[in-house]
């Protein structure tokens, strides 16, 4: 399929695909209530040494491996590896890069089902429809099968429009509008009552808590899942970007650009859970905890809302919107790993991949939706606990060991000709070999046996 590949049309094109891919429900949900439950600041400092010490010299290994073999991740490593074992650790390594994204791509389209029910229910409301509105925000297996098979279809429909006319036409519309609906929503909550309180809680940090091993896991999970790594999707956005491209920069630009808006996602949603405490609404559980995960955001949020009257009707429909905004520019990087396998491996069409790939991963979603207790904390844990950061340790050692070093730096040359002498190129392949893999392997092997 040479010649026939596509290419992000410019560097703006791949910035926005790529921290759209990036800027998710990890963001949006994961690192602001992280922060509410990890003593505020000191999760976000952490965070951010995580985040620039190890999660971007990965991202910028997927990157480099992505743009040099401008395929696929397993085509990838298998390039990038020398002799007959390398290559098939390469081919195995990539295998399961894809079937996790596939994987997380099957429990992150109900979540992203949910958050258009949502988004249409205090629409149905408004009309006067109380029993469908009590429908979309109730939990029940049609409710989560009509939304995610919702959210797929749209997922696999950009996906099938190809890098050019899907990915970026698409994140290109979408990025703009969900930094516009986060600022206006930011602007808002923080002329409430009760707003300034959670402010503080959120900037001033809890020290004692920064050092706890704990929160050092959580925010280099967070961090992981954060920048979409380990599973071939930064690895095949980079496998988009033209040779002309400084690659180093762009990996810095896409850090930033994450950190900045999960920094700013903390400002919407602890404030809003004071306000919503100043309007009645309980924010702590009975052990004294702030409410976090699901309950924040389909309980807390929603009941704030409530107690907004009309307004309320206008930011909860803007709220859910952003969210689905950023779920929808994130599911598209995770179809977009397998899909790109079966287009250029088995010489599929790009249309017929995205619905064959998309369908086999609904069939898995519509499982998890009928098992729910069962599989959907099981999927989310076995992905993003132990597949991710393992895989992101196998990318560290390719890129790291197994590739040649001067091949390496011949690719970041190519769009970056001083890099021989850059900074950049003085720390990573250092950090690439010792430090990122010794990192991952001391947080993961104390998750396994902690
Ligand atoms: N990074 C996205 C978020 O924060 C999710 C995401 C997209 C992802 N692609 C991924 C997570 C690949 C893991 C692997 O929500």
Redesign the pocket.
Known sequence: MAGTRGEFSSRLGFILAASG???????????PTQAASNGGAAFLLMYLLMAFMLAYPALMAELIIGRHAKANIVTALRQVSGNGLTRFIGSLTGFAGII??SL??AF?GIVAGWMIAFAAAPMASTIGAEGVASWLTGFGNERNLVFMLIFMLMTSLIISGGVRNGIEKWSSRLMPVLLIILVGLIGYVLTLPGAMEGVKVYLLPDFGRSFNFQLIVNALGQA????????G??LIYGSYISKKENIASLGRAITLI?IGIAVLAGMLIIPAMYVAQHNGVEIFDAGGKLIAEDTLIFTVLPALFDTMGGTGVVIGFSFFVLMTI??LT??I??LE?PVSYVNEVHGLSRRASSFLVSGIIAVISVLIVFNFGDLFGLVINL??RYA?PLLGLMLCLFAGWIWHRNQVLEEIKAGFEQAEQSLFWRIWPVYIRYVCPLAILTVFGQKVLG
């Open positions: 891919s990036a800027v998710g429900l990890g963001n949006i949900w994961g690192f996790t994204a997380i791509l992150y992981f899942f954060s920048l979409s790594l380990g599973v999707t930064m994450d950023a779920a994130s599911s990087s995770m790993a992905t993003t991710q």
